[in-house]
């Protein structure tokens, strides 16, 4: 029951990615607003899932998972984002660069996970290097900001975000997979558990 409700929760949060990519793309100016209030939003409801997972946690599992203070961060920023657009609008051009820079990072984890499926000989390694290289190939592009224009780079980034949350959806579907589905000679045992 655990997988499934941190699948349904991953399911939702790439569903949300991806519209904030095509809202990014139909018109990233018009829209500005409306993104930032329902990240906002978004960031409240995520941030509180958080707080609410950390209460049914074991103490000890919970001390580790950090789940309180990254729900009272999301729903700190979130309502900031709320309360507090017109601010977080004047911060987009700088907030762009953040995007690009974390997204840097997460390319860098994402080829590590790579890495690890190719260390452990599974399957799924080719679908995994293809994420990880377009995740930093997109956050050096934004970085870089070869269009010049805000409004184009605004349309990148929600190109980035699209491909990005699909990719993920695919490693996350291929790593749910059963292991005998998977058929990739590994012994999945001491991996695959439902707690």
């Known amino acids: 029951m ?22 990014l793309l139909i018109n990233p100016e018009g829209f500005t607003s409306w993104i930032v209030v329902v990240a906002g939003i978004a960031m409240i409801v995520v941030g509180l ?15 580790r998972e950090h789940d309180l203070s990254t729900g009272l961060f999301l729903a700190a920023a979130g309502v900031i984002c709320i309360f507090w657009t017109g601010w977080v609008l004047k911060l987009f051009s700088h907030l762009t660069m953040l995007y690009a820079i974390a997204l840097l990072i997460l390319g860098f984890i994402k080829l ?19 994420n990880a290289a377009l995740t930093v190939i997109l956050s050096v592009i934004i970085l870089i900001d070869p269009f010049g224009a805000m409004s184009a780079l605004w349309q990148l980034t929600g190109v980035s975000i699209i491909v990005i949350a699909l990719l993920d959806i695919a490693v996350m579907i291929f790593s749910a997979l059963k292991p005998e589905d998977r058929d990739d000679g590994f012994d999945h045992a001491d991996f695959d558990s439902d707690d």
């Not at 690890?116 to 293809?130: C, H, M, T």
């Open 2 to 23: 655990k997988k499934f409700a941190n699948y349904l929760v991953q399911t939702v949060a790439y569903i949300a990615e991806i519209l904030l990519g095509v809202v």
């Open 49 to 63: 899932w958080h707080v609410l997972r950390y209460f049914n946690l074991e103490p000890v599992l919970a001390m």
């Open 112 to 130: 590590q996970s790579t890495v690890d499926l190719l260390r452990l000989k599974r399957r799924g390694w080719v679908l995994s290097l293809v």
